[in-house]
């Protein structure tokens, strides 16, 4: 009886063995990097004076570019204007396979970037609604809020 409890749990662990093997497998062929190449067209930026007013001026983005987006490792990389920095990935996907991309990014200068992106899997536009938000203090210069809405594609 000994013997054929040794042989059962050597046979579950071989069983066990397999499986991780391949979980790492599927894990692995299904880690894809992706990249969005983003527009803001409508935006307003709102800069606090010195007498804690509101300054607002309407402005808009064009072509900001987050590449090598890894949904497992949780990075990617943004590119603005011959600027480079890292991003941390937030992504969940509900049952309607409707993915909620967000990317935040801590500058150089510790400012937060933050840009959300609505991917529709079952639409066969590669087109997305996206928002994008930032928030800056650059230098001994006054607080500003950035806040944008526009399209991603993916590329």
């Known amino acids: 009886m000994a013997t054929f409890k040794k042989i059962l749990l050597a046979l579950l662990i071989v069983i066990a063995a397999i499986?991780?093997?391949y979980a790492n497998?599927?894990?692995a062929s299904n880690d894809q990097q992706y990249s969005f190449l983003?527009?803001?067209n409508h935006g307003t930026s709102k800069k606090i004076d010195e007498k804690s007013t509101f300054l607002i001026s309407n402005l808009?983005?064009?072509?900001?570019?987050f590449k090598n987006?890894?949904?497992?490792?949780?990075?990617?990389?943004?590119?603005?204007?011959g600027?480079?920095?890292d991003i941390s990935l937030i992504a969940w996907e509900d049952e309607n396979s409707f993915v909620k991309v967000h990317l935040l990014e801590k500058s150089d200068d510790f400012n937060i970037i933050f840009t959300s992106i609505y991917?529709?899997?079952k639409s066969s536009a590669q087109k997305f609604p996206a928002t994008h938000s930032r928030h800056v203090k650059v230098n001994a210069g006054n607080p500003t809020l950035e806040n944008y809405?526009?399209?991603?594609?993916?590329?």
């Open 69 to 81: 987006v890894d949904f497992s490792l949780r990075t990617g990389k943004v590119v603005f204007n």
């Open 60 to 65: 808009n983005i064009e072509d900001i570019l």
């Open 149 to 155: 809405v526009g399209f991603c594609q993916l590329i």
């Open 19 to 21: 499986f991780l093997s």
């Open 38 to 40: 983003c527009k803001f």
């Open 83 to 85: 600027y480079e920095g």
């Open 119 to 121: 991917v529709d899997k």
């Open 25 to 27: 497998y599927a894990r």
